[in-house]
């Protein structure tokens, strides 16, 4: 009997949604053993404007509300007669024109307030950040949510944290239906062939991947920067803060790349000696679970991170460090021990922490 999982997603752009490699990789594990799925962009009102999106690999489709959610969540009644209902009934005709059972139709979402509209069983929820701390999630800053998180949390047939802290931090770790699903990669970035060697030093680069935002620690960088005149610090990633783009232009050692195409990714990474993570410590942070640190591995890089969320076979090929004196110290020490062997432990961790096995993860708790 075939299974269906339906993906609720938070936006309305599959081409730039950010977990869009694990919706992929779903649905490729999926064909193995007759899953399929669906993707759905954010619901929006019947009478809006969106565009058409499309994607070999995976069916993407439009929910409808009667009522814009901005109006809906402002009243319980209006939110299920104009939201919950004509969804129940569209996903209710997808299931049937699938030819799939009630019970084996699943959902799988990512934010709490999803859960107030859409099917109370079957859920498979996704909670990969710190929400609370979250200052651009609406709905964090209602009175309701930390109830409507534990609702979620405690009714969902599944619920997968991707930081263990989290989960301990929130109380939720005895929980028979939760576990620890960390962040990933695509199997697209791994080399054909394991990393074993030591990079070629005709260039000097330490490199960063990843949004310079309200998250990114500026004075760390410069601190990096300073420190090492030697090396080109090469960032990879849009700078959403312009006071760190008027900053960091300052310094002949900086390159600033902007937005890189993920299929052109490899060549970059190909370039460090050694990669960072600049997170500002504080509770978003704590509970960050990077996958750009699988992305760095999947190339035997070197790693030097702030404190943030990290699995313990990860940790121990890392340093994390907060204090920036102890960051630059780091830093020399993980470039002075590289050796082949800490290289090829890095790949093939990464190599084991790709989306595809994720995906594996939730395919064979649905299968039995």
Request: proline letters at 4%.
């Amino acid at each position: 009997m075939s299974k269906l999982i339906s993906i609720f997603s938070i936006t309305s752009d599959f081409v730039s949604y950010h977990r869009k490699r694990e919706v992929l990789a779903l649905a490729e594990q999926g064909k193995a053993s007759q899953v399929k799925v669906h993707y759905f962009n954010r619901p929006r009102f019947v009478f809006s404007r969106g565009k058409k999106e499309k994607d070999s690999q995976v069916e993407i489709r439009d929910l409808y509300t009667l009522l814009p959610l901005s109006i809906a969540f402002k009243h319980r009644v209006l939110l299920w007669l104009f939201v919950t209902v004509p969804i129940y009934l569209q996903l209710q005709l997808l299931r049937i024109v699938s030819g799939v059972a009630t019970n084996d139709s699943y959902h799988l979402f990512y934010k709490p307030d999803q859960s107030l509209y859409l099917p109370k069983h079957n859920n498979i929820y996704i909670h990969y950040d710190n929400y609370s701390a979250d200052k651009g999630y609406f709905f964090a800053q209602q009175r309701q949510f930390e109830s409507v998180l534990n609702d979620c949390v405690r009714n969902s047939d599944m619920t997968c944290f991707s930081s263990r802290r989290l989960m301990v931090d929130l109380g939720y770790e005895s929980l028979n239906n939760v576990y620890v699903y960390p962040n990933a990669i695509s199997r697209d970035l791994v080399p054909s062939q394991l990393i074993s060697q030591l990079k070629d030093n005709s260039e000097k680069v330490i490199g960063f991947v990843g949004q310079l935002d309200e998250s990114f620690d500026l004075e760390l960088a410069v601190h990096l920067v300073e420190k090492f005149p030697d090396y080109k610090f090469r960032f990879i990633g849009p700078v959403k803060v312009d006071e760190y783009q008027k900053v960091l232009e300052r310094y002949s050692n900086v390159e600033l790349m902007g937005y890189v195409d993920y299929a052109l990714l490899p060549n970059y990474l190909a370039t460090f000696d050694l990669a960072v993570c600049l997170y500002k410590p504080n509770k978003f942070n704590r509970y960050r679970n990077p996958l750009k640190i699988y992305e760095y591995f999947s190339y035997g890089i070197p790693v030097v991170t702030t404190d943030c969320d990290l699995e313990a076979d990860v940790a121990s090929l890392l340093s994390v460090v907060n204090d920036h004196n102890a960051f630059s110290n780091a830093v020399v020490s993980q470039i002075e021990n590289n050796t082949s062997e800490r290289i090829i432990a890095r790949a093939t961790l990464a190599r084991k922490n790709c989306w595809d096995d994720r995906a594996n993860f939730l395919i064979e708790k649905l299968c039995g």
